[in-house]
């Protein structure tokens, strides 16, 4: 079953305007976290922002912040004040606990592709 | 800090011969990497598991014996792709988490290696 779902394959956002990123996660467990990775034309993996399954607050890392809706299990990127530089693909992510303790996988949503114009 | 390296970035080589990847953390010490795949315009797919000093864990699917790992130290993994042939060409990511940062679940990648096989 998929856990991790991005509905938007791609989006385009003005620049200096803000833009959400959606994405819903599916888990039983009570211990995860969600992450949200930026992948360039270069490749390149650029961790962005997390969130812990008990954080009562949203994350926020300068110009991203991440809307976490417990309930609704979803944890969508707010990237604010977009760059042309921001123009990636962005991939949501979680990971689970395992009851070992050890080091748990990311399980990738598909991405969705921003394009931020002039 | 939380830097990861990888090399070769980029390697064409012919079919049936062997090719290493190095994987390395350069500002931490990892006692968990992870080997990812990615095919184009796709999500990142997890191979296995590197644990430093023991077996890597392989994901379902995944031969062992054509994609050897080895995690000899903590700051080191390496992939080696053998007998490669055609359908082996992808962009290999690999990742490690540094237990020790302000985000211990966080996993930090390598730039990858775009392997194509002739």
């Known amino acids: 079953a998929q856990k991790i779902t991005q509905t938007q394959p791609g989006m385009f956002v003005q620049e200096k305007e803000a833009v959400t990123l959606d994405c819903t996660y599916d888990?039983?467990?009570?211990?995860?976290?969600l992450f949200w990775y930026k992948q360039p034309s270069s490749g390149e993996m650029i961790f962005l922002i997390y969130?812990?399954?008990?954080?009562?607050q949203n994350a926020t890392e300068g110009r991203y912040s991440l809307n976490f809706q417990k309930a609704r299990k979803s944890a969508n990127l707010v990237i604010s004040a977009s760059q042309l530089g921001d123009s990636a693909m962005y991939f949501c992510?979680?990971?689970?606990?395992?009851?070992?303790?050890?080091?748990?996988?990311?399980?990738f949503g598909t991405g969705t592709r921003l394009q931020v114009t002039l | 800090g939380a830097v990861v390296s990888q090399h070769p970035s980029w390697v064409i080589c012919k079919s049936g011969t062997s090719v290493k990847i190095e994987c390395r953390s350069l500002?931490?010490?990892?006692?968990?990497m992870f080997w990812y795949r990615q095919f184009p315009k796709q999500s990142l797919m997890l191979m296995a598991t590197?644990?430093?000093?023991?077996?890597?864990?392989?994901e379902q699917g995944v031969e062992k014996d054509k994609f050897l790992i080895n995690h000899a130290s903590l700051t080191l993994s390496t992939l080696t792709v053998t007998s490669a042939h055609p359908e082996d060409s992808s962009f290999y990511i690999c990742?490690?988490?540094?237990?020790?940062?302000?985000?211990?679940?966080?996993?930090?990648f390598g730039p990858g290696t775009r392997l194509t096989v002739l």
């Open positions: 969130q812990g399954s008990y954080d009562e």
């Open positions: 992510a979680m990971r689970e606990i395992f009851f070992t303790g050890t080091a748990s996988k990311l399980t």
């Open positions: 990742s490690a988490r540094d237990a020790q940062g302000a985000h211990p679940d966080t996993q930090y």
């Open positions: 500002d931490f010490q990892a006692t968990t």
């Open positions: 590197s644990n430093e000093g023991s077996k890597a864990t392989y």
């Open positions: 888990t039983s467990d009570q211990s995860y976290g």
